[in-house]
């Protein structure tokens, strides 16, 4: 697969307690015509954990509708559950996803050889590419190198990996084992264009639901050759890659789309408002970005 550049972790819209599907619509239209390279609806950003099945099913139904294959859609269909991340895979098969992102297992904490049983069982139900979405802050669970390879060598559709651990020496050793067809993007703003340089292919980007035009231009200065540009966008996202996680996420990038305009700020519980110091935050990095 060629996936590679900017792909937004799309927020997920909501009024009155509802997905908004015409602000979902429209926000997915502005990032392809802000030139975003691919969209990823229902992962951690989307709130895919408060989302029902149905609506987890909507928004990535909205998102591949809207797209219309502009740009590639990359599913969140991940569960700690095996059974329940092969339904949701063959959903987003059937409805028309390029591949599925699957977070590793939470909470119940797999071994090494359990991680692989799982993404083996899914392979094995549905024929999709799949992204094995490693964050072990937020699961408890880290893939180890090792093991991505394994993964990658022995499952056909495992085609890469979001790697949010932060950790560059076990970036730097999955790229070695893996090799240079491995997919490997940077699920951490922080670290995308050091994650260029070891080999990664792009980012999936909280930033990017802000400034979906800059994140994917400075994907493609460093694939151009161009590191000055993309050291410069580095820098100057870094105001603001800091203020989407001044408080958990998606809660600082949520409400900078509201300030934008884009949509409503509404948040499902557990999330709550950001703290009064977090909100002035995030207006002085939309305003040093003239984003206000």
Known sequence: MNLRGAFTALVTPFKNGEIDEERYREFIEWQITEGIDG???????????????????????????????????????????????????????????????HITPYYNKPTQDGLYAHFKAIASSVDLPLIVYNVPGRTGCNVQAATMA????????????????????QISETLELCGPDFILLSGDDFTVLPTLALGGRGVISVTSNIVPDKMAKLCAAWDAGD??????????????????FVETNPIPV??????????????????????????????????ALHLL
């Not at 948040?267 to 002085?284: A, F």
């Open 254 to 287: 949520k409400t900078a789309l509201a300030k934008m305009g884009k949509m409503s700020g509404e948040l499902r519980l557990p999330m709550v408002p950001l703290k009064p110091q977090s909100d002035r935050c995030v207006t002085e990095a939309l305003t």
């Open 227 to 244: 590191t000055a540009t993309a050291r410069a966008i580095h820098y100057e996202l870094n105001c603001l890659n800091r203020a989407c």
């Open 39 to 101: 969209l990823v609806p229902c992962g951690t950003t989307g709130e895919s954990a408060t989302l029902t099945h149905e609506e987890h099913e909507r928004a990535i139904s909205i998102c591949i509708e809207q797209a219309n294959k502009r740009v590639p859609v990359i599913a969140g269909a991940g569960s700690n559950n095996t059974a329940e991340a092969i339904r949701l895979t063959r959903f987003a098969k059937r409805v028309g996803a390029d591949a599925a992102l």
């Open 150 to 169: 394994r993964m990658f060598k022995e499952i056909p559709t495992v085609v890469g990996a979001k790697d949010a651990t932060g950790e560059f020496v």
